[in-house]
């Protein structure tokens, strides 16, 4: 008879080598060993909270103030009010960012980062005035969002004048004067630069009705705030056709006019 074949050898020796042994893990960590890691980060937890809040070396000791233009760093600080002497970690930058601009309308945005280990630095950003009101004998700036946000002796220079002379009338309510304020600001920013170093006055008499006193006894017809841009390349195209010109109409920009010498 035939001998077996490898197969049923192979069978046989897997049957007397018993079954496969699983396979040996590393050692676990004595219950010794467990303890000291947990009362290691314990300890080690500890003292980063004792050191952030408890410890004198980073504690807020100065605060520096950057990016004014017209306000001091005194001004900006004292409005800031920043808790001196408390944990650095623990200072609330939302609530003096908040606090900076109520005290301070002047302040568009602030930046209030921690300087590690011991200051707080206020990075400010002012709002520029691009129109101003006169108010009795003071100035009220204008900046680009419509927002009057100071009132001043001296009218700053280059900054053209508002004047609102606004009927009272359903035409006058349906626009108030704050959307009329807001038409003002959007044309004085599409007022071609050359345009914008000239003009002196920005007169609203209603929604659709805005126009600009420039230097040298020259007026523009500017109509309502809609398509600024197209009006703004008009009135630039214009102006180099007709340079003698004294009053120029762009209210309708594709069929603009010219008039005086």
């Known amino acids: 008879m035939a001998g077996p074949t490898t197969a049923e050898r192979g069978e046989r020796q897997k049957l007397k080598s018993g079954p496969p042994r699983p396979p040996r893990l590393g050692r676990l960590p004595r219950p010794r060993t467990l303890i000291i890691l947990m009362i290691a980060v314990v300890l080690a937890g500890a003292a980063s909270v004792w050191l952030l809040y408890g410890s004198r070396w980073l504690r807020v000791e100065g605060v520096s103030a950057s990016g004014m233009r017209v306000l001091t760093a005194e001004q900006v600080r004292d409005a800031a009010d920043v808790p001196v002497g408390s944990p650095l970690i623990s200072v609330d ?28 630095g206020l990075k400010v950003t002012e709002r520029t005035p691009v129109l101003i009101v006169e108010m009795g004998s003071k100035f009220v700036e204008v900046d680009a969002k419509g927002v009057r946000f100071a009132r001043v002796s001296d009218a700053p220079k280059g900054v053209p004048a508002l004047e609102l002379t606004v009927p009272q ?3 006058a309510r349906r626009f108030p004067v704050d959307r009329l ?23 609203v008499r209603s929604y659709d009705s805005i126009s600009l006193e420039l230097e040298g006894d020259r ?22 056709a007709a340079p ?5 109409d762009v ?5 603009p006019a010219s008039s005086g010498s």
């Open 244 to 248: 003698g010109a004294r009053h120029f």
């Open 181 to 203: 304020v807001r038409e003002a600001v959007q044309v004085a920013g599409d007022i071609p630069a050359a345009v914008a170093r000239d003009t002196r006055i920005l007169k």
């Open 251 to 255: 209210s309708v920009p594709t069929a």
């Open 219 to 240: 007026t523009v017809e500017w109509g309502s705030g809609e398509k600024g841009r197209a009006k703004a390349r008009t009135l630039t195209a214009l102006m180099k």
């Open 93 to 120: 930058t939302d609530a003096i960012e908040a606090r900076l601009r109520r005290k301070l309308p002047r302040i568009d945005s602030v930046d209030v980062v921690r300087s590690w280990p011991h200051r707080i």
């Open 169 to 171: 009338s359903a035409a």
